[in-house]
């Protein structure tokens, strides 16, 4: 079976959203960061909603270049899993980390993708050998041997890092190959 038509789709879903998140980083360095209010504020009321903007506005340029390339490798990965089940992890992530930076994070505009990108870091260390298939497990096992150190920004270490967005998103990720790792992948 011809897998090339799969990967042309799967790269150029990737190509159109990290040309998004770059157009973003643009507008929001262009107009003196005037994004980055669309962060996410702790138990702020009225911002709740920014739960779906915070991933895609960052600090920086640096900022942005430091979540991109995890995050286009992790999701296309993660792709592999199938879309429905892509769907579902983004989802689950998105909500999940979102949600709990807002109830539970310090009092600080938290944003940027590294939310999501431990969101697919968690799933891909887990759901491979969730599947208990060999091509699957080795993604999982070359993942924690590439980016296990990721692992450590769960931990408090520097207060302009959001490591309450990096542990939640881990945390769904983890859940999400608890739920759908195993599932049928297309």
Do not use: D
């Not at 490798?73 to 899993?81: D, G, I, N, P, V």
Request: glycine share 10%; aromatic share 18%; hydrophobic share 55%.
């Amino acid at each position: 079976m011809n897998q090339l038509p799969k990967l042309k789709q799967q790269f150029r879903f990737l190509a159109i959203i990290g040309a998004l998140l770059i157009a973003l980083e643009l507008i929001n360095l262009f107009t003196m960061r005037s994004l980055s209010s669309l962060g996410i504020m702790p138990r702020f009321i009225p911002g709740w909603w920014h739960i779906f903007t915070a991933p895609f506005v960052h600090g920086s340029p640096t900022h942005l270049v430091a979540n991109l390339v995890p995050l286009m490798l992790f999701m296309w990965l993660t792709l592999q899993w199938g879309k429905r089940t892509f769907g579902w992890v983004t989802v689950t992530v998105f909500l999940v980390s979102g949600i709990c930076v807002w109830m539970f994070g310090r009092s600080a505009y938290h944003i940027g993708a590294s939310g999501i990108v431990y969101g697919y870091f968690g799933f891909l260390l887990l759901a491979g050998f969730m599947t208990r298939r060999i091509p699957y497990i080795i993604i999982s096992v070359l993942v924690a041997i590439v980016y296990g150190g990721l692992i450590i920004g769960i931990l408090p270490s520097n207060g302009f890092v959001s490591y309450e967005y990096h542990f939640f998103g881990f945390v769904a990720g983890l859940f999400s190959a608890w739920k759908w790792g195993a599932t049928k992948t297309v």
